[in-house]
């Protein structure tokens, strides 16, 4: 099907590239892609992300997988309806590893997937981040909300690049190519790789292993999680919907990280200690999203409790153990 305008949250035919489809968010939004009647091309170059995180796609006929780097050309033949562009770095640890392909791919990346929409005739959704509001001063953060981020720290390669992606898209924007911008806050869920660093995976983990939870700094900062389900739906939903200004996606519980960090625990039965570690460089002490334009544009808010996604999240985690499988 070509020039499929997307104009309504019917997907049925539909042919959409989700760059970074090997990743966490990215494997779990090309299933629902399919489940509502799309055709996918999964493009990544598996730097953090994971075959194993798509096969429950194998033999799927309506997926593709096309290993290959978003910073370079790529030919995409046939029609295209949609790009959801995800590939990025997106835990610390990784961007922190990685830190030039991570403005590579928030940069050139999406330069080349405005190209390939405005080719194509395509929507771009470009998955940004809560980051682009660095520290933020202002609570909770709406998205008129510009942000303090620190432009020269070690999170800058991030950040920045995020930031830069979201001014390639609204350019783009201005210039023809139909674009959408999804500023993700924290999200979980099943398939995030525990050698990553980020907070609920590394709970779970050292929590089953009996280990020392390891809080950064002294657990008082916040974050208001969100489950993977829930920011899948948002993104499809604004993908379909037609709207090009930034819309915050997230969870709005907020919750400090030590009070997370005493739930997971909980939640696994385990007696492990907690301990506390030196806050990184530039950390924002307080997230939460302001969901105001999201329930208005979108008719969206997360449906899944903290308590739920968590349970979901350690269920999965514990088959992982069983099959011996921990990454
Ligand atoms: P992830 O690391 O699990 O997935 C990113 C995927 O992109 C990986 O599969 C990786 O191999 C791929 N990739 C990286 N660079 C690439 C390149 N140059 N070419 C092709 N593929 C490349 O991360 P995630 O948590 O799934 O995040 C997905 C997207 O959502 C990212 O853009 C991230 O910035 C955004 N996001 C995620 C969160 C979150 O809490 N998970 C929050 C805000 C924003």
Same mark, same amino acid.
């Given at each position: ?95 922190? #590893?990685? %830190? !030039? ?9 999406? &330069?080349?997937? +405005?190209? /390939?929409? @405005? ?124 709207? #090009?200004? %930034? !819309? ?9 990280? &030590?009070?997370? +960090?005493? /739930?997971? @625990? ?62």
């Amino acid at each position: 099907m070509t020039s499929h305008d997307l104009a309504s949250r019917d997907l049925d035919g539909a042919r959409v590239l989700v760059t970074g489809a090997a990743g966490f968010v990215g494997s779990h939004l090309c299933e629902q892609l399919i489940r509502s009647g799309a055709s996918v091309i999964g493009l990544d170059n598996l730097s953090t992300g994971r075959r194993q995180n798509l096969c429950a796609l194998t033999g799927e006929r309506s997926f593709t997988f096309l290993d290959g780097d978003v910073t370079l050309p790529h030919p995409v033949h046939g029609p295209l309806d949609a790009i959801m562009h995800l590939a990025s770095p997106a835990a610390p640890r990784d961007y922190l #590893a990685l %830190p !030039v392909a991570t403005l590579r791919a928030g940069a050139l990346g999406t &330069l080349n997937m +405005a190209e /390939l929409a @405005r080719q194509k005739g395509a929507r771009l959704l470009l998955a940004s981040t809560s980051e682009v509001y660095g520290d933020p001063l202002e609570h909770p953060q709406a998205e008129s909300y510009l942000g303090n981020v620190n432009p020269i720290g070690p999170r800058s390669v991030y950040d920045e690049a995020k930031r830069f992606a979201e001014a390639v898209t609204a350019q783009a924007g201005r210039t023809g190519v139909r674009t959408a911008i999804a500023r993700i806050f924290n999200t979980y869920g099943p398939r995030m790789s525990g050698a990553d660093s980020r907070m609920v995976p590394t709970f779970i983990r050292q929590a089953l292993a009996g280990a020392p939870l390891t809080i950064a700094g002294d657990g008082t900062q916040t974050r208001s999680l969100c489950y993977v389900d829930d920011t899948v739906e948002g993104l499809i939903r604004l993908l379909t919907c037609g709207f #090009a200004d %930034p !819309v915050n996606i997230g969870g709005t519980h907020e919750i400090t990280v &030590l009070e997370l +960090a005493h /739930l997971i @625990r909980d939640l696994c039965g385990s007696r492990s200690p907690i301990t506390f570690v030196d806050l990184p460089a530039d950390d924002p002490r307080r997230r939460r999203p302001d969901i105001t334009r999201a329930a208005r544009v979108l008719g969206w808010e997360p449906q899944v409790s903290l308590r739920e996604g968590l349970a979901r999240t350690l269920a999965w985690e514990r088959r992982q153990v069983t099959a011996g499988a921990v990454a």
